[in-house]
């Protein structure tokens, strides 16, 4: 989504701010821009499109300074055009960039227009710039007439601001959505997170909710949510500039196991309050055409289909609207039936896969309400093709069997669940549990992340291995299929995935004591069942290791083999919590088996042919 430069030094900073918009490209966005202080006013260049169209503009108009402000913004309020583009002004004195969702503009705007402003683009970023402004009219220094303005907004915003009567200052702020400060030698930054700063620092303050920070290029200065002066501690990142290296990492896979929970963290920003979804993260008016819904149809290859079966039980238990996720491959062959006001969704990592990109243009005229996109490349053509789009910001995956992507497809598909089940009558309550759910799931995943060790160790089960069979019930169908998948990917372990209850139709007689049997055990309402399912796999001698919800465990006993055990936060966010001691034991396995764990024989990152 939206990403935010900043920067004051006693160099030109142009460049600097360019490269930093370059490194949030990930994010997704839809514009881009910049502000500079220039000879007592601001100089400002912004237009819809990508960054290199942003570079393009400033070959012909550069823009020349110590010190601004630029942004590439996806649009919420405001079709994507050059005058809904970033960084917002009020005349040439005061301009703004701004992440996150104002829930309360209208109600500022009426009030800024009748005090005279006037306002120039559709966007509820406006709202805010001239707010500032009309503070500093009436007296007020920058630093002060920001923290004043934030207390009338309600929402999510990480914003920077700077002036054309303060030369080298910029002021920031954070509610719902993370800023960081980078610290140089003579020279301040603000970014949306540490990725475009780390060419020149990896000195970093963390800003925390409500902070106000006021910055030059030989200072800064802090304040809380009460305006009170903080001191926040200053981090140095273990990252450097390439974020895209392996690091001490032993494979990029290994690697982005262990970015999930930062991943997860940059999907759900801006985008969850502590109670809420925010309105319109699937695009300008989304709100309005999910609240017609009444079907759905999930289209997707590989893993991503993994995430959309695993949102079908989702969407059908909490929203109650029928639900069918396929394979792209199968679908496009087919004459689907397409109920009256049917969403379509396509999910892809990289956005150009061929079977889900034919299926997404078959559908544009195949009588679906809208078409939805969740995609992790903001540039990709099944973004570009899709009515509405939700980024998953992952941030580069490298390695070859996908990890971070698509845990990162389901918090995203999740988000699409509780907006559909709160339009059609899921209690408040439960709602408000869930979305707060989602605020803790970084933390579970960096619990489920101190497995590793216990996996490493298990994984010596598998090295002699030539079969495997994983089991789950429910929504944990479609996890125990991504956790074969990652096995046969990877270690070329043969892995077959089963509805637990289907072991009596057949894949019982493949079961012995060479056989491992790794069963998902979420603390639910099918638990009874599953444990009734693994004592038949245990009469027979399998081979058994059930990874449990801490909930769970007590169901199991050691006669049923090796029992895993994890915080999995309840049934909602369990299938996403789940996935990675599956990743984990898929990883190990290859490494134990000497495997190339990141390129394996005969795959591709992008399955951009049929």
């Not at 896979?253 to 993260?281: D, H, W, Y």
Request: net charge negative.
């Amino acid at each position: 989504m939206c990403g935010i430069v900043a920067a004051s030094a006693h160099r030109e900073v142009q460049d600097i701010l360019i490269s930093g918009l370059r490194a949030l490209e990930y994010r997704g966005y839809d514009s881009a821009g910049i502000a500079m202080q220039a000879n007592g006013i601001l100089d400002r260049q912004r237009t819809m499109g990508k960054v290199r169209d942003l570079e393009s503009l400033l070959e012909k108009h550069p823009v020349k300074g110590v010190c601004g402000i630029a942004h590439t913004r996806w649009a919420t309020h405001g079709v994507p055009s050059d005058r809904n583009a970033h960084p917002m002004s009020a005349g040439d004195q005061v301009a703004l960039v701004h992440n996150g969702i104002i829930e309360n503009h209208e109600e500022l705007r009426a009030e800024l227009i009748a005090q005279g402003r006037e306002f120039t683009s559709e966007t509820d970023t406006e709202v805010m710039v001239h707010l500032v402004a009309h503070l500093m009219d009436e007296g007020h220094d920058l630093y002060n007439a920001v923290q004043r303005a934030v207390r009338r907004l309600k929402g999510a915003y990480g914003i920077a601001v700077v002036c054309a009567a303060e030369p080298g200052v910029v002021v920031g702020a954070r509610q719902g959505s993370p800023m960081v400060l980078g610290i140089g030698d003579r020279e301040h930054f603000l970014a949306s997170d540490i990725y475009p700063l780390l060419p020149v620092t990896r000195q970093f303050v963390y800003l925390e909710e409500g902070d106000v920070v006021r910055l030059d290029s030989e200072s800064y200065s802090v304040s809380d949510k009460e305006g009170q002066p903080v001191e926040r501690p200053v981090k140095t990142a273990d990252l450097n500039a390439d974020a895209v290296q392996r690091g001490d990492y032993p494979h990029y896979m290994l690697k982005e196991i262990f970015e999930q929970p930062q991943a997860v963290a940059e999907t759900l920003e801006g985008r969850i309050s502590a109670t809420r979804v925010l309105p319109n993260i699937f695009g300008v008016n989304a709100g309005e055409m999910l609240r017609e819904v009444r079907h759905v149809h999930i289209v997707a290859c590989g893993t991503s289909y993994h995430a959309g079966a695993v949102a079908r039980y989702q969407l059908e238990q909490l929203a109650g609207i029928p639900c069918m996720a396929e394979v792209a491959s199968e679908y496009r062959y087919r004459r689907p039936v397409v109920p009256d006001k049917t969403l379509f969704v396509c999910v892809s990592q990289s956005g150009e896969t061929a079977d889900t990109l034919a299926a997404l243009k078959h559908a544009r005229s195949a009588g679906y309400l809208t078409t939805l996109a969740i995609c992790n490349v903001p540039e990709s053509s099944i973004v570009r093709e899709a009515d509405l789009v939700l980024m998953t910001r992952a941030g580069p995956e490298i390695g070859v069997a996908s990890t971070k992507a698509f845990t990162t497809q389901l918090v995203a598909l999740q988000l699409l669940v509780l907006e559909l089940a709160q339009a059609n009558g899921l209690e408040d309550e439960l709602y408000e549990e869930y979305v707060g759910d989602l605020n803790h799931l970084p933390e579970l995943l960096n619990r489920a992340l101190d497995l590793d060790d216990d996996f490493a160790q298990l994984s010596e089960h598998f090295v002699n291995k030539h079969h495997a069979l994983f089991l789950g019930r429910g929504s944990h169908y479609p996890i125990a299929m991504e956790g074969a998948l990652k096995l046969k990917e990877i270690s070329y372990i043969h892995a077959e995935a089963y509805p637990a209850g289907e072991l009596k139709h057949g894949p019982l007689a493949l079961v012995d004591d060479d056989m491992p049997v790794v069963a998902v055990a979420p603390n639910n309402n099918l638990l009874k069942k599953l444990v009734s399912n693994i004592e038949e796999v245990h009469a027979r001698g399998g081979e058994l290791y059930v990874i449990a919800d801490h909930g769970a465990g007590a169901s199991f006993s050691e006669r049923h083999g090796r029992i895993l055990q994890l915080d999995t936060g309840g049934p909602f966010l369990a299938p996403v919590v789940l996935t990675i001691p599956l990743q984990l034991l898929a990883y190990h396995a290859a490494v134990a088996r000497g495997t190339d764990v990141d390129q394996p024989r005969n795959l591709a990152k992008s399955v951009t042919v049929e």
